[in-house]
Each structure stands twice: as structure tokens, then as C-alpha cells.
């Protein structure tokens, strides 16, 4: 059974730092790409970030660009969220997904993904 563990969210103000990890078990973790969503009260789910499998490609959705890394370390089954310049609008809950199939490249959609963690509140103060 597949398992996405997130941690690292919590409080913080306008203009610091967190960093989002997402451990992952039950599938072989570096045969898929992940991504990070987030979603706001009211808001639809949205991807923040998403890395291929072996780590070579990401992509980041334009409100994060610049601020937001993403990363892999697929010998120990996590990825990384690094989130610099935090702002009040990105107060969300911030979810990790895996891949539906094996691909070399991203994925961006939400219907991509077929296994989700339960998701790590970020609070931006400002």
C-alpha cells in the first residue's frame, strides 16, 4: 500500500522560509514524478511544483517561480519542498502526489496523480 507522509508546515511570517518533506513508501518511489499542490479555503486544488522522476525536470506554477524549489533524494524515497519569500496568499494546505504511471517526465494535472498525502498546513502571517 502506497504512503505519503508530509511534514515540515506551520507558521511563519511574510517573507520567511519552510521546507516541505514527503516521504514516500510502497511503491518504487524513483520510477515516478511528484508533484506539490496546495489548496486554500475556497479555492480549488492547485499544483505549486512538480519534479520527474530522476529529478532532472521540474516545473512550478508562476506565483511560485523564483521563490519555490523542488527536489528528490530517491535513495531515501522523499521529496522536498523549499519554499523562500513566503507570502500571505500562500497559506494553504500543501499536498504531495505520486504519479499515476511511469513516465520521465512531470505531470501537472491533479487527474495525473493517483496517490496523495494528507496534507501539511502552511500559514503565512503578514
Known amino acids: 500500500q502506497v504512503q505519503l507522509v508530509e511534514s515540515g508546515g506551520g507558521l511563519v511570517q511574510a517573507g520567511g522560509s519552510l521546507r516541505l518533506s514527503c516521504a514516500a513508501s510502497?511503491?518504487?518511489?524513483?520510477?515516478?514524478?511528484m508533484g506539490w499542490f496546495r489548496q486554500a479555503p475556497g479555492k480549488e486544488r492547485a499544483i505549486v511544483a512538480a519534479i520527474s522522476w530522476s529529478g532532472s525536470n521540474t516545473y512550478y506554477a508562476d506565483s511560485v517561480k523564483g521563490r519555490f524549489t523542488t527536489s528528490r533524494d530517491n535513495a531515501k524515497n522523499t521529496v522536498y519542498l523549499q519554499m523562500n519569500n513566503l507570502k500571505a496568499e500562500d497559506t494553504a494546505v500543501y499536498y504531495c502526489?505520486?504519479?499515476?504511471?511511469?513516465?520521465?517526465?512531470?505531470?501537472?494535472?491533479?487527474?495525473?496523480?493517483?496517490?496523495w498525502g494528507q496534507g501539511t498546513q502552511v500559514t503565512v502571517s503578514s
Open positions: 502526489a505520486m504519479s499515476r504511471y511511469m513516465s520521465t517526465t512531470y505531470a501537472i494535472a491533479p487527474s495525473q496523480y493517483s496517490y
Open positions: 510502497g511503491r518504487t518511489f524513483s520510477s515516478y514524478a
